[in-house]
């Protein structure tokens, strides 16, 4: 009962709390209807095709946090930037930025956090020195050759595949997948369901997450034991599909970085806010920059799957839930990873394929999905093995 308080105990954005005002969206009621649409279930168009991009490219990202650790502006204008760079970094689309914006603009929290609240643990200029110091770049040509997007990692099982061979590719890093820019938090599942497909690609299934972290891809028949349902309620059964995951992998336990748990290797020594009790108005999000801490990544190259920020994913209980399914229905919600004060508040297990209990748990696809402070998401996609 402790690990459950400790987790939930920041959540959902309390009745008379202060909040940002709403973005004004007649400018884009177009968009905005059609990314209502997909946030529902409804059905929607063929993901944006990936945009071709240079991963060769040197020039600064687009920046006006500077040395900063707090944004000095509206939650509005720092989404305004983080557009800016996923143009820069991710060659998106007018269109594709159209969806974004009207996504975000629906939403009167969803961004990197409460400026008012937030204070991160280091700034985007000294993670960008941090990786300039170290001669880290995470351009990789190859996995963009197998993946068509940038900052993706092809996941598969190394035990009888190549990384061409993969039918999977995942984010290196939270969304927005830039190096050395905040992760965004206050997400429902239903907003980044809609988020992933205005970027080409979707939300992760469970296992897809799991592989890429331990550097080994499952098959689903090994992932998910989808006779459960047909035998017991829906809580039951998402129940007995972790217990059994977890004991099955309790003698196989792995982190991204290695085979035992770690303090310091990755983003996992913030703060949480003073005065965070429950809500947007005094829980910062007090995360890192993605990609600061290069040690804290799987085999495949992908970071901060611990620390940072928890993740949104889907948990499919049929196979006609599995977000790499054509049918795209999605299940329900799972909760990967660990956030930004684990070294301090080590609440729960967080190693590789650990599936926590059902926390706010809905459909993926509900409207009120759980969302908050620390809680965020990557994105997959599917690929065909060359």
């Known amino acids: 009962m402790v690990v459950l308080a400790l987790v939930s105990g920041c959540g959902e954005t309390t009745a008379g709390e202060s909040r940002p005002p709403p973005v004004d969206t007649a400018?884009?009621?177009?968009?905005?209807?059609?990314?209502?649409?997909?946030?529902?279930?409804?059905?929607?168009?063929?993901?944006?095709?990936?945009?071709?991009?240079?991963?060769?490219?040197?020039?600064?990202?687009?920046?006006?946090?500077?040395?900063?650790?707090?944004?000095?502006?509206?939650?509005?204008?720092?989404?305004?930037?983080?557009?800016?760079?996923?143009?820069?970094?991710?060659?998106?689309?007018?269109?594709?930025?159209?969806?974004?914006?009207?996504?975000?603009?629906?939403?009167?929290?969803?961004?990197?956090?409460?400026?008012?609240?937030?204070?991160?643990?280091?700034?985007?200029?000294?993670?960008?020195?941090?990786?300039?110091?170290?001669?880290?770049?995470?351009?990789?040509?190859?996995?963009?050759?197998?993946?068509?997007?940038?900052?993706?990692?092809?996941?598969?099982?190394?035990?009888?595949?190549?990384?061409?061979?993969?039918?999977?590719?995942?984010?290196?890093?939270?969304?927005?997948?830039?190096?050395?820019?905040?992760?965004?938090?206050?997400?429902?599942?239903?907003?980044?369901?809609?988020?992933?497909?205005?970027?080409?690609?979707?939300?992760c299934d469970a296992h897809e997450w799991e592989g890429a972290c331990y550097g080994k891809l499952t098959s689903v028949e090994e992932s998910y034991n989808f006779g459960l349902i047909k035998k017991m309620k829906l809580e039951d059964a998402i129940k007995g599909m972790r217990a059994q995951q977890n004991i099955n992998n309790h003698d196989d336990r792995r982190w991204a970085y290695g085979p035992k748990y770690h303090k310091g290797i990755c983003a996992t020594s913030s703060r949480k806010s003073k005065d965070c009790g429950v809500g947007w108005r005094n829980c910062g999000t007090n995360t890192f920059p993605a990609g600061m801490f290069p040690d804290c990544k799987s085999s495949f190259g992908v970071y901060d799957q611990h620390g940072n920020a928890a993740e949104h994913m889907n948990l499919p209980l049929s196979p006609d839930q599995l977000a790499s399914s054509p049918e795209q229905t999605y299940g329900h919600t799972e909760m990967k990873g660990s956030w930004f004060v684990f070294d301090q508040v080590k609440a729960h297990e967080d190693h590789c394929r650990w599936r926590a209990p059902y926390w706010h748990g809905t459909r993926v696809m509900n409207p009120k999905s759980h969302r908050n402070y620390h809680l965020g998401f990557r994105c997959c996609a599917s690929v065909k093995p060359r």
């Open 27 to 203: 400018a884009t009621a177009e968009a905005s209807a059609e990314a209502t649409a997909s946030a529902t279930g409804a059905p929607s168009a063929t993901p944006t095709a990936a945009p071709t991009v240079d991963p060769r490219r040197t020039e600064p990202l687009v920046d006006r946090w500077g040395e900063d650790v707090v944004w000095k502006g509206s939650l509005a204008e720092q989404n305004a930037l983080m557009f800016e760079q996923l143009e820069q970094a991710h060659g998106i689309t007018p269109e594709q930025r159209q969806k974004l914006e009207a996504i975000f603009a629906a939403s009167d929290v969803l961004g990197q956090g409460n400026p008012e609240a937030a204070k991160h643990a280091a700034s985007p200029k000294a993670c960008r020195d941090l990786l300039a110091e170290k001669k880290i770049d995470y351009d990789d040509a190859a996995s963009e050759a197998i993946c068509g997007h940038r900052y993706m990692a092809p996941v598969y099982d190394p035990d009888r595949q190549k990384p061409e061979e993969a039918s999977v590719c995942i984010d290196r890093f939270e969304f927005p997948n830039i190096p050395c820019v905040y992760p965004v938090t206050w997400v429902r599942a239903s907003e980044a369901v809609a988020i992933c497909q205005a970027m080409g690609k979707r939300l």
